[in-house]
């Protein structure tokens, strides 16, 4: 083995490599000759942006994004300690004062512990930046209604943003470039009064939303009113009294028009299914045909589309006769005249109008008739005074008594 070895000279290649290796670490721990290292692809570090916003109004538009590449002389073992990661690449903003290109110079910080190398070539020598004035705008905000959609006989009435304005912060560029605010809701057979909580979208002037980090609204979304109201084609009514020997199915009524057209708030209007004008007393109607005019009142929250204000109600009441009966049969109870007064009757007959079929008139008298004045709720003062009477018929059926009755009294010294 010995033999081979000092055949072929195995310690003394493995002496002389030996040798070598610590030659070399030598040097590059002590002498540590001076080497390069080439770093790619770093990112500027800007400073004093918010200082630039503050007391300039200006913002940086463009050129933060920019690259620069280095290539860094000194020791390996400073060398070593340097990457993209912790060295800086820093630009200072304070040089900008107005209007961009910028042309900035830039500064190489290293990792604090490292200390010797030097910058020994950089690309590119400058960075460019592009700067613009912040300003404020107030917009509109326009509601866009292509996906909204109200029930059938139901209206949209009013649609209001609120706010109606909002405004848009940021560098004139893209400030000048906004055509307008819109919110599009979606909302499809409204038939209630709706609030919508919608987001705001920038529209630029090609049409394309505009979205940058550098605009700034004062709210992102904005409350929708919308305002729904109903329309509805309402009966219009008469309700009816029957007396004076009238039914119901003694008349024929007409009211012109026989329905009008309101619109308003829905939850009035689909409770409303009639219009009520007033009544008709059949008692105070004469037999044939008599007209009036009655004001139409539509409910609360709600108007007549078509403007009508009064409609003619034209009652025609047939089959019935009418005879005159005078009565003699007067009285009254309660009131309570003056101390040691009494009231007298100064009325001693009077003209009964008597309406019904005729067979049924024809078998009314005068002793069928009783006229009673109730002066309960009436103030008796000496003296002759006019008061109500209510007329009745006994005995007969089918028959009443047509018109209103008065009679005179008079409270007079009690004999």
């Not at 037999?287 to 409609?311: C, F, H, Q, W, Y």
């Amino acid at each position: 083995m010995i033999e081979w070895l000092k055949k072929h000279n195995i310690l003394f290649w493995g002496l002389s490599l030996l040798v070598a290796v610590i030659l070399w670490l030598y040097v590059q721990v002590s002498l540590d000759p001076e080497a390069t290292l080439t770093l790619d692809n770093i990112l500027i570090t800007p400073v004093g942006e918010e200082t630039l916003l503050t007391n300039r109004n200006l913002r940086i538009m463009s050129g933060l994004d920019t690259t620069v590449s280095l290539r860094l002389r000194g020791r390996r073992v400073d060398l070593a300690q340097c990457n993209e990661q912790n060295v800086q690449v820093v630009v200072n903003l304070a040089d900008i004062q107005g209007s961009s290109p910028h042309h900035l110079r830039y500064e190489i910080r290293l990792p604090a512990a490292v200390t010797g190398p030097t910058r020994d070539w950089s690309s590119p020598t400058y960075v460019t930046l592009t700067s613009d004035t912040i300003i404020s705008r107030m917009l509109d905000i326009e509601v866009r209604m292509e996906n909204m959609s109200v029930a059938g006989h139901y209206n949209l009435e009013r649609v209001q943003p609120e706010p109606a304005q909002i405004r848009v912060t940021g560098p004139s560029k893209l400030v000048d470039a906004i055509a307008r605010a819109q919110v599009t809701p979606s909302a499809q057979e409204i038939d209630r009064a709706t609030t919508l909580k919608l987001p705001v979208e920038l529209i630029g002037l090609d049409g394309s939303t505009a979205v940058s980090d550098m605009l700034e609204t004062e709210t992102r979304e904005v409350s929708v009113i919308l305002d729904v109201s109903m329309t509805k084609d309402v009966p219009l009514e008469v309700d009816v009294i029957e007396g004076g020997g009238a039914l119901r199915r003694h008349a024929e009524i007409e009211v012109s028009p026989a329905t009008i057209r309101l619109t308003g708030d829905p939850g009035v209007l689909e409770n409303t299914n009639r219009i009520v004008l007033g009544t008709i007393d059949f008692s105070k109607t004469p037999n044939g045909l008599t007209r009036s005019t009655m004001p139409i009142k539509p409910p609360n929250e709600t108007t007549a589309v078509d403007g009508n204000t009064d409609a003619t109600v034209t009652v025609n009441i047939t089959g019935l006769t009418v005879k005159r009966i005078d009565t003699e049969n007067i009285s009254t109870v309660g009131g309570q005249p003056p101390t040691d007064y009494e009231v007298n009757i100064v009325t001693q007959s009077i003209p009964a109008m008597v309406r019904g079929p005729l067979s049924s008139v024809e078998l009314v008298s005068a002793h069928n008739i009783r006229v009673v004045a109730d002066l309960t709720d009436w103030d008796l003062i000496v003296g002759q005074q006019t008061v109500a009477a209510q007329v009745s018929i006994d005995g007969v059926a089918d028959v009443g008594v047509l018109g209103d009755y008065k009679i005179v009294i008079d409270v007079v010294k009690r004999e």
